[in-house]
């Protein structure tokens, strides 16, 4: 069955990096793309970016560029996100969730996603 | 960016209920859309793609329909499981934006 398990939680002081991992299970990794998502306290859902993991391609929400990679290993069917320069309005659960049908596809559904990993920035 | 606009943005409900909870894009969105449950503290499940296709596993409660800017998503009828909070996706265009949420609980 497909699994997505994300690295566990953080504290960071505001203007840190945080790096998240998710591994993958249960399907060809390089088959689907990987995008995150995340979600502050008691809010809606924010789309952050995504990767082709067959081919390394990224691409990412413009008020996050610059302070948001994603990288592969496909070695070990992980992707990671770091996020840099944190903030105060960064802490959030942060989710990886697979893409869709078409593993080219920046936007599709997300079918599967990871439990989450709570961020929290705080002096 | 595509603007979500989803309503209403809580609701109560009985079970056997049925519930319709509505999404509007700010542009055509084709029937790039997608809608999810989250239950507290947990991750979001993809309930519905391209507007009216029902993932695998998904009750047949669920159901989804429209296209261009106007979607819904309905439960036929209510079950204490389905008590959570319903989110809609587009997937037209990138950034993908999510609609503010819609909370359905008991009444």
């Known amino acids: 069955q497909v699994q997505l398990v994300q690295s566990g939680p953080e504290v960071k002081e505001p203007g840190a990096s945080v790096r998240v991992s998710c591994k993958a299970s249960g399907y060809k990794f390089t088959s689907y793309g990987i995008s995150w998502v995340r979600q502050a306290p008691g809010q809606g859902l924010e789309w952050m970016g995504w990767i082709g993991t067959y081919n390394g391609k990224t691409k990412y929400l413009q008020s996050l560029q610059g302070r948001v990679t994603v990288t592969t290993d496909t070695s070990t069917s992980t992707a990671h996100m770091e996020l840099r320069s944190l903030r105060s309005d960064d802490t959030a659960v942060y989710y990886c969730?697979?893409?869709?049908?078409?593993?080219?596809?920046?936007?599709?559904?997300?079918?599967?996603w990871g439990p989450g990993t709570l961020v929290i920035v705080s002096s | 960016d595509i603007q979500m606009t989803q309503s209403p943005s809580s609701l109560s409900a009985s079970v056997g209920d049925r519930v319709t909870i509505t999404c509007r894009t700010s542009?055509?969105?084709?029937?790039?859309l997608n809608w999810y449950q989250q239950r507290p503290g947990k991750a979001p499940k993809l309930l519905i793609y391209?507007?009216?296709h029902l993932h695998s596993g998904v009750p047949s409660r669920f159901s989804g329909s429209g296209s261009g800017t106007e979607f819904t998503l309905t439960i036929s009828s209510l079950q204490p499981e389905d008590f959570a909070t319903y989110y809609c996706q587009q997937s037209y265009s990138t950034p993908n934006t999510f609609g503010g949420g819609t909370k359905v609980d008991i009444k």
């Open positions: 391209a507007a009216s």
């Open positions: 542009q055509y969105s084709s029937n790039y």
């Open positions: 969730a697979r893409v869709g049908e078409d593993r080219a596809v920046v936007s599709d559904r997300f079918d599967y």
